[in-house]
């Protein structure tokens, strides 16, 4: 057996009328059998399955995730405005269909997909693979914080980002960032935006294998 917590956000913490408790799991449960089992207890979670995305140890977690004992699992509803905000951070290869799908909508008339890859070069050196280390939950706060800020700029935006940890090769994508609009412009300077203040602002750093030498580098565009 082993034990999680949950944690319940507006609407959801609302209607189960709770806002946290502990949960006795068979080992092996995922995320969606953690919810089939709580859905028992508290039905309104039935009306909420495909309007929330859930969150491991402050990380955007799909259902199909295996909890460990000690786990914190978190129903995050759609934020104001109505937009399900895409905001994965993940040591898996990054999915630029999954951000396409996030950031798409019958309103939206434009929709531009940045991926940033691993080079095999920098400053003269001949890069052979990066690493990446991250602060999970200061990552997922700051990273939310930088997608409504680009989607304040104009009526319509949507932002999504997804971001690699761990080890990466020479043509890997580290990073995606998918923005839309009902117009193209509007589009662009969100995308912009975003990797600009993710480069600046988000506690994510870069560790460079190259031929000469390993070290830590600024986490440049």
Not at 89 to 116: H, K, R, W
Not at 151 to 176: F, K, M, N, S
């Amino acid at each position: 057996m082993i034990t999680v917590n949950v944690l319940y956000f507006g609407a959801v913490r609302e209607a189960c009328k709770v806002a946290h408790e502990k949960i006795s799991l068979e080992s092996g449960t995922t995320v969606d059998g953690l919810v089939d089992q709580l859905q028992i207890d508290y039905p309104p979670l039935a009306d909420f399955r495909k309007r929330v995305r859930m969150a491991v140890n402050e990380s955007i977690a799909p259902t199909s995730t295996i909890l460990d004992d000690g786990d914190t699992v978190a129903f995050i509803p759609q934020v104001a405005g109505g937009s399900d905000v895409y905001c994965r951070l993940t040591d898996e290869p990054l999915s630029v269909d999954e951000v396409l799908n996030a950031i798409s909508g019958p309103s939206q008339g434009g929709a531009v997909i940045f991926v940033g890859t691993v080079r095999n070069n920098n400053n003269g050196h001949e890069v052979t693979k990066l690493y990446y280390e991250a602060y999970p939950a200061m990552v997922h706060r700051t990273l939310m914080d930088i997608i409504e800020e680009c989607e304040r700029q104009a009526d319509g935006v949507r932002v999504a980002v997804a971001h690699r940890t761990g080890e990466l090769r020479i043509g890997d994508a580290a990073v995606v960032i998918g923005a839309s609009a009902p117009h193209r412009a509007a589009a662009f300077d969100a995308a912009r935006m975003c990797i600009e203040r993710l480069k600046q602002d988000v506690p994510i750093w870069k560790k460079e294998f190259a031929l000469d030498g390993v070290e830590w580098v600024a986490n440049r565009p």
